[in-house]
């Protein structure tokens, strides 16, 4: 049974989404809960901040703590040659088409990043089922949303698609029997295929949705575009039906109150990392700054 | 006389079970060529990135297109086909 639960952070560029991922994931750790820290942004953050060499093969920075780095590309390029196997294998005119021209532009096509990181995700799912925290660092925003909006969109499509292959296979039926032909009794391959992926996309969609299992933690900093940005997630978020579980309020000046944060924040569990004067980087530097500022942390985490 | 009995029998049964065919051909050619179309809609809208149509999120139409050789073959011949429409319409309905 699946009993990780899953910790996204999210937020604008430079709110310091992986510094929070990374001592959030440190934190777990140091409580003794089994984590794996993924980073899925681009930009790959945690090996600077972890002083570290990482890879899509999990590294050990400390115990009970796993960091692992997604390589997208190489996702998409596996998930496309995958594909075209699998053409190969039931294709009989292969050679009728120019697949190979299709396939490298295919490549590039919109839509194709989230989905990878979509099938990085359900890997790691699986993989790391009876962990106890899987902490997603996330890409920028825009392909963060994306990422959170691929099932809820492609099952859209898959439901019409499915209505009209079952309206298809119907009416061949209603032909096969009144010119009492042969009757088939190989089910259609591409109605399986297309039942399948709606039960792979109603499965994420109820992950995602799931209050406890999908924990939504937005970074945000006290200046004006960042929290612009992050109303904004918040209600993408909201439409696609899911909660924000937590709001980090990070970079806030020394003896300044909340007062300032919108209201529709202010009404999720808030935690706030007071201001380190030292840069958070390195594994120890993270662990002396948790130590030194456990008793605040931890009375936040209780409270919310 | 049995014998020439026997060949009228025959030809009757031979004449009503084709008739019984045309019947059924009949009953069934409109519904024939609903599934037809159907199918040439269903061949565009997973697989219309191919001939440059809008199309479902890419991996819906990738993970499908093993399962779609057939369709993807009606698809080039429609590519091929639709430079001449009116040939096309005048052989559909039987002109000429």
Same mark, same amino acid.
């Given at each position: 049974m699946d009993r990780a639960n899953h910790l996204f952070f999210l937020g604008k560029?430079?709110?310091g989404k992986s510094t929070s991922a990374a001592l959030f994931s440190t934190f777990l750790a140091q409580k003794g809960f089994r984590v794996v820290l993924v980073s899925l942004?681009? =930009?790959?953050?945690q090996s600077d901040i972890f002083e570290r060499t990482l890879s899509d093969e999990p590294v050990e920075v400390a115990p009970h703590l796993r960091i692992i780095e997604i390589d997208e590309e190489s996702w998409i390029r596996t998930y496309l040659k995958d594909v075209r196997q699998q053409i190969n294998r039931t294709y009989s005119y292969l050679t009728a088409f120019n697949l190979d021209k299709y396939f490298s532009v295919i490549?590039?096509? !919109? *839509?194709l990043e989230e989905y990878a990181l979509i099938l990085a995700y359900e890997h790691l799912q699986k993989k790391y089922s009876d962990w106890d925290y899987l902490v997603f660092d996330m890409p920028p925003t825009a392909l963060s949303l994306k990422f959170f909006a691929l099932p809820s969109l492609s099952l859209v499509w898959v439901n019409h698609l499915l209505a009209l292959r079952r309206e298809i296979i119907e009416k061949r039926e209603l032909i096969t029997k009144i010119k009492l032909l042969k009757q088939e009794f190989e089910r259609d391959k591409v109605l399986n295929k297309i039942e399948e992926q709606r039960k792979q996309y109603q499965t994420l969609k109820e992950t995602f949705t799931h209050p406890e299992k999908t924990q939504v933690h937005l970074v945000l900093n006290p200046d004006k575009l960042s929290h612009a940005e992050s109303l904004r997630i918040f209600h993408s978020l909201k439409e696609l039906d899911i909660r924000l579980y937590r709001t980090i309020y990070n970079k806030? !000046?020394?003896? +300044?109150?909340? =007062?300032?944060?919108?209201p529709v924040f202010a009404e999720t569990p808030m935690l706030h990392f007071p201001f380190s +004067?030292? !840069?958070?980087? *390195?594994i120890r530097q993270l662990q002396r700054y948790l130590q030194a500022n456990e008793k605040e942390v931890q009375n936040q985490l209780n409270t919310c | 006389m049995n014998g020439f009995f026997r060949r009228i029998i025959e030809k009757v049964v031979a004449f009503l079970k084709l008739s019984d065919e045309v019947a059924r051909s009949n009953a069934v050619e409109t519904i024939e060529t609903e599934v037809e179309e159907l199918e040439n809609i269903f061949g565009v809208l997973v697989l219309g990135s191919y001939v440059g149509m809008p199309s479902p999120p890419m991996q819906i139409s990738l993970d499908l297109m093993p399962f779609m050789e057939k369709e993807l073959i009606l698809m080039m011949e429609k590519v091929d086909t639709a430079s001449q429409p009116l040939s096309q319409l005048f052989s559909v309905l039987d002109i000429g």
């Open positions: 560029g430079g709110v942004d681009p =930009a790959h953050n490549k590039h096509s !919109p *839509g806030r !000046p020394l003896n +300044e109150s909340c =007062a300032d944060i919108d +004067e030292t !840069p958070l980087i *390195g | -």
